[in-house]
């Protein structure tokens, strides 16, 4: 029985040690390619001082560390393109300027408009904002305390300055656990409405907290969105998925520091590591679970690692942690 017990558990710790290394190797391959190009990810902005500890500090930036942050990227040479940009690079279309960088917003939330839409202007700079069309959904009511949907005529004027306005479902709920036709009904009528509101065509997804498996991504084919992003983190070059593109969620606690280490291809690499083993846990618990078990970590001392990305020893610990119970396991057996 222990004989047994020790051959099922080095095998497992070896596959686990060997799939770690080759999925190690083609990260490495992925981040530290010369057409990379990181998205960002943006929801709330807020004044210091105007916001309590209850919130989800990784759903918030400030206002004063979002103008940095830009001044950041203008000043180092960084050009802000397009999702149209991205995906015209990726057929051929279009050359990328030098350095370039996708800068994105989930929701819809009024501060959008209001803190971030300026600066943007002040920079000349593209960024694309995916929009919850309903504005009595439960996460508008959730931060309904500190923050606003945008109106359509603010959705109308940052379309016609040239902000894409792309969608984040109807209602903001989990994809993954809604019948096909209500995930049917949620893309294409968020398209439809959002198309109607701006006069521009809507070809891109965000999905809610990442909520995303092979039927949302079927069904976003269908609906006719050309590129989604779910819950990956990493950057994306020519040879990305279009339907599961990468981002890297800039919190509220970021440093100017944490802002540019967070663009090298090492930290990227990192957060590519980290979000697969997150993204399982996410298909194990579902999204409802998960964002439980995330919101209570954010209220621990964790927390700080958690929102800045720094937990850069987790998968090789993990890996360690196997290698060790292989050894264990392997002096087991040769005792039998």
Known sequence: ???????????????????????????VLQEYRRDRVPALLYHHFIPKGKIDGNYDPVCFCYDTAFAEQMNYLYEKGYSTISLDDFLAFKEGKQALPSKPIIVTFDDGFMSNYLYAFPILKNYGMKATVFVTVDQDSENFKKYGAIDFPL??????????YGISIESHTMTHRYLTELEPKVVRWELQESKRSLENMVKRPVKFLATPSGAYNKTVRQ??????????FGALKGSNNISSDRYALRRVVIARDFSIEDFEQILKPSALLQLRLTSFLQNLLLSILGPGRFD????TLYQTRFARFLIRGQLRYLVGGMVALALAVMVVSISILFRY
């Open 1 to 27: 029985m222990l004989f047994s017990l020790a051959l099922a558990v080095t095998v497992l710790s070896a596959g686990v040690v060997v799939f770690a290394g080759l999925y190690t190797i083609h990260s």
């Open 219 to 228: 069904l976003a084919k269908e609906a006719g969105y050309k590129a989604v």
């Open 292 to 295: 439980a078990f995330r919101d």
């Open 151 to 160: 109106t359509p005529e603010q959705l109308r004027e940052m379309s016609d």
